[in-house]
């Protein structure tokens, strides 16, 4: 069957958007953003702007899977970080465990600073979703259990 | 994966369209995406060839709506069809939570239908997934055109277990709501049982 629901409280949300905040002050990014393995995003802090992060999250999601592929073939277990360099927009991630620490930055900042900075944030999210992916349901949850074939089919009307 | 966010009170589920090159999977998305309002799905992201096919996938976000007080997004994706592109099959599988296995109804397409099929179950018992306990739909897709088999045929030859088979012309949308629906419908009924 599917995997069990990977299940995000609020306070761990909030514990998470702190440390990318932080992240991106001492980073000068524009946007610093968590996203999980299978593309789906987990917490965002920056200049969103007109920035689809969704797509991004989804793209970024792809190129690390496709990259990771290629690491396997000549006999890596993937590549910890990907940096792709703009004209004036550039991007770094960094692969840390089943998460993806994104940053965007531009001319504010520098490649070196992000990886730094990167690297010295990256344990302490690992801990973070270490612990989130070991939330089970509990009782705060019955309202799933509680969906009614009503509630499913009026998602279609 | 299922991913529910409690500070933004959403439920993110992926939905993974299968199948051989050329069957539909990517025109299922197009309808989806051209049939539903702005407000309700982000963009279309396809990564395909000059000449149009499926290079790495598809990708679109779907709101559907809200069940107790949750937001209920589907992440939607297509894989490639054409048979030499199964590395890139495989990534765009994990996470999934649910399948549409979309079935060329053509006459000359039966054996990739049943190549097509054979090679997801086997990428996803790759992944650790069972295609036997997984939220899944079987879509006979093209039943406008002329050369089709009949289909009670298809569906006996490329049926798994009880899932909904659906019929379809997903160039004009026909079943192609249907499908995501009934596929829906079971990711959120795991859910529950969850």
Do not use: W
């Not at chain 1, 968590?34 to 797509?55: F, M, N, P, Y």
């Amino acid at each position: 069957m599917a995997d069990t629901p990977l299940l995000l409280r609020e306070r761990q949300y909030h514990q998470i958007k702190a440390v990318l905040a932080r992240l991106r002050l001492d980073s000068d990014a524009k946007l610093v953003f968590l996203v999980d393995k299978d593309g789906q995003e987990i917490a965002s802090s920056g200049e969103l702007g007109s920035i689809d992060t969704t797509s991004l999250a989804s793209l970024a999601a792809g190129n690390v899977a496709a990259t990771g592929g290629m690491a396997q073939l000549i006999g890596e277990k993937e590549f910890p970080t990907l940096s792709h360099e703009g004209e004036r927009e550039s991007i770094h991630i960094s692969v840390i465990g089943r998460l993806l620490l994104i940053v965007v930055f531009d001319e504010r900042s520098s490649l070196g600073l992000v990886k730094l900075r990167s690297r010295q944030v990256s344990q302490q999210l690992a801990a973070m979703v270490d612990e989130i992916s070991k939330e089970e349901f509990s009782d705060e949850d019955s309202a799933f259990g509680e969906i009614t074939d009503e509630d499913i089919d009026s998602l279609f009307q | 994966m299922t991913f529910i966010n409690y500070a933004s009170r959403e439920i993110n589920c992926k939905i993974v369209y299968y199948g051989p090159g050329l069957c539909g999977k990517t025109t299922n998305l197009q309808h989806i995406f051209e049939s539903t309002a702005p407000q309700s799905r982000g963009k279309l992201i396809s990564l395909a060839t000059e000449t149009d096919r499926t290079l790495f996938f598809d990708f679109m976000p779907l709101e559907l709506g809200t069940v107790r007080g949750f937001k209920t997004r589907f992440h939607l994706y297509t894989v490639p069809g054409q048979v030499f592109y199964d590395a890139s099959r495989k990534l765009i599988l994990k996470g999934v939570d649910g399948v549409v296995f979309v079935a060329d109804s053509q006459e000359e397409r039966m054996d990739a239908n049943v190549e097509s099929l054979y090679n997801l179950e086997e990428n996803l018992q790759t992944q650790g997934y069972d295609l036997m306990k997984l939220p899944y739909v079987l879509q006979l897709n093209k039943r406008d055109l002329p050369n089709i088999i009949p289909a009670e045929e298809i569906a006996a030859e490329l049926r798994r277990k009880e899932e909904p088979v659906v019929e379809a012309v997903a160039a004009n949308g026909a079943g192609v709501f249907d499908t995501l629906k009934a596929v829906a419908k079971q990711v959120l009924t795991e859910l529950r049982k969850g």
